[in-house]
């Protein structure tokens, strides 16, 4: 079940590990991460997915990193290319997660190249598009010198830096959900960079519901309970599936971080 206007066929995940909860996280709840439960969850978001059509490589859980189910910030991966921009993360402890991606990415083809410093990407800062056109957060995790190489390795695509600063990744506060449309979060994310795109407005209250991940036919994975902006979503003409990921909340974590998408080549 391959759906033409998803810009993936096939993610990269990894399970949570067993010190899961020494995450880097900001939230007053990361006291209360129950790791077994993380585990379920993660299970679910994966049986989603290859509900949905969509290829799933599984790698094996690192311990010594305890973000690293956080997959989606190793890499950059196809846009109609072989070629895959190895990340250098901003968050310093990170750095060595994106190891057995670059070894794996090699195995299958791609020509693969890394953020050499003093840049720094994290792949939750890249907001893709089938427009030709990379919305990249220029924030804590992503610098200039980053991006600069970005522009480099994939020299296609028109890239937007887009400037944050009350989220740490760019798409904690938008994302695009295909046919030129965007949900965002204005609380989080300034509207005025993404002008000419149709925009669907996360209330205040949900800014968390911005964080979603788009799947094709119209399929949107959405973290459960917010239910302003399920409907909205509905109202639109989209098909919200909802998960529980209560869990990689507490670790700053959303939908899109676990998974690493590989973009679609041709």
């Avoid at 190895?86 to 890394?114: C, P």
């Avoid at 964080?211 to 973290?223: E, F, H, M, R």
Wanted: overall charge negative; hydrophobic content about 40%; some cysteine.
């Amino acid at each position: 079940m391959k759906f033409p206007d998803r810009l993936f066929d096939t993610v990269i995940v990894r399970p949570p590990s067993i010190t899961f909860n020494k995450c880097v996280s900001g939230n007053p709840l990361k006291a209360t991460v129950d790791v077994n439960l993380a585990k379920k969850q993660h299970e679910e978001y994966i049986k989603i997915l290859l509900e949905n059509g969509v290829e799933v490589i599984k790698l094996k859980s690192i311990d010594q990193f305890p973000d690293s189910v956080f997959i989606q910030d190793t890499a950059l991966i196809g846009l109609k290319s072989k070629r895959a921009l190895i990340a250098r993360f901003g968050e310093v402890s990170r750095r060595g997660e994106e190891e057995d991606i670059a070894i794996l990415l090699n195995e299958k083809g791609f020509e693969v190249f890394r953020v050499e410093a003093p840049g720094t990407i994290e792949g939750g800062d890249l907001m893709i598009t089938d427009l030709g056109v990379i919305y990249v957060g220029l924030s804590r995790r992503t610098n200039i010198e980053g991006i600069k190489q970005l522009m480099k390795i994939f020299p296609r695509e028109l890239v937007i830096a887009t400037p944050i600063d009350k989220t740490f990744h760019l798409l904690g506060g938008v994302n695009y959900i295909g046919n030129k449309t965007i949900i965002i979060a204005p609380s989080l994310v300034d509207l005025r960079y993404f002008e000419g795109l149709k925009m669907i407005i996360v209330p205040e209250e949900e800014e968390y519901a911005s964080n979603v991940l788009y799947i094709g036919d119209g399929k949107i994975i959405v973290p459960a309970g917010y239910e302003k902006t399920i409907e909205k979503l509905r109202r639109e003409g989209f098909k919200p599936i909802e998960v529980d990921i209560s869990e990689f909340w507490k670790c700053d974590g959303g939908v899109t971080c676990l998974s690493l998408p590989m973009y679609k080549t041709i």
